[in-house]
């Protein structure tokens, strides 16, 4: 699905280093979310966001921040990356329906 | 809190054969309990959706049953194809609500 695109799609980093993951979208969706893969433990919520002013935290915020720049735009920081964060990040968009498009996905490595 | 847990984690079935995945939810206001299909390497994508108003829903080979008593959905895949071969979840969420909470996920192999 191009309407919904991640940068950068794979990322190798070190321990202590700020990492930003960004997604855009062009479906107009006002909702936006973050979500964490790891093998065995499906998708974990990390931040999501139901318009430019409105953040919440999910179930595993511990570690990173989030930027809503416009409804559109919609980031993921790291402040102080550490080796268990290496995960696959999805970003996803939805409607009211609660349908959720996803992003392609961040490989994120943490060294 | 809220949780869905899913069953099997891993599925292995002969082309051909159907396939079962079984959600449980936890949260009983919840009204709306999507499927998900991953293909290795690629994103999540919705393959077919149910809402509580409804207890099964069909299209083509798959379907998806719902029993709001016991708060539990299940995903049918009939005459399963190698291409069926993914991670599938399952989530259940409130329409209009804050969040979707998704199964941990079912890896599907089927053998040709």
């Known amino acids: 699905d191009a309407d919904v695109t991640q940068t950068p799609r794979n990322r190798i980093t070190k321990t202590g280093k700020r990492i930003m993951l960004e997604c855009s979208q062009t479906?107009?969706?006002?909702?936006m979310y973050w979500y964490r893969q790891d093998p065995g433990l499906g998708l974990r919520l990390i931040y999501y966001?139901?318009?430019?002013?409105?953040?919440n935290k999910g179930e595993i915020s511990d570690g990173y921040s989030v930027s809503r720049q416009a409804q559109a735009k919609f980031s993921l920081s790291l402040e102080s990356a550490i080796p268990n964060q290496t995960a696959l990040y999805f970003c996803a968009t939805s409607p009211r329906t609660d349908t959720q498009y996803f992003g392609p996905g961040t490989r994120l490595t943490v060294l | 809190g809220e949780n869905v847990e899913q069953h099997p984690s891993t599925l292995s079935v002969q082309e051909g054969d159907s396939a079962v995945i079984k959600c449980t939810y936890s949260d009983s206001a919840s009204n709306y309990f999507p499927w998900y299909k991953q293909e290795l390497g690629k994103r999540p994508q919705l393959i077919i959706d149910?809402?509580?108003?409804?207890g099964e829903k069909k299209d083509q080979r798959i379907a998806v049953t719902l029993n709001k008593t016991a708060k539990h959905f299940s995903l049918h895949i009939t005459e399963t194809q190698p291409e069926d071969s993914a991670v599938y979840f399952c989530?259940?969420?409130?329409?209009?609500?804050?969040?979707?909470?998704f199964g941990a996920g079912t890896r599907l192999f089927v053998k040709a």
């Open positions: 479906k107009g969706h006002d909702r």
């Open positions: 966001s139901f318009d430019v002013k409105d953040i």
């Open positions: 149910i809402r509580s108003n409804v």
């Open positions: 989530a259940a969420s409130i329409i209009g609500g804050f969040k979707t909470i």
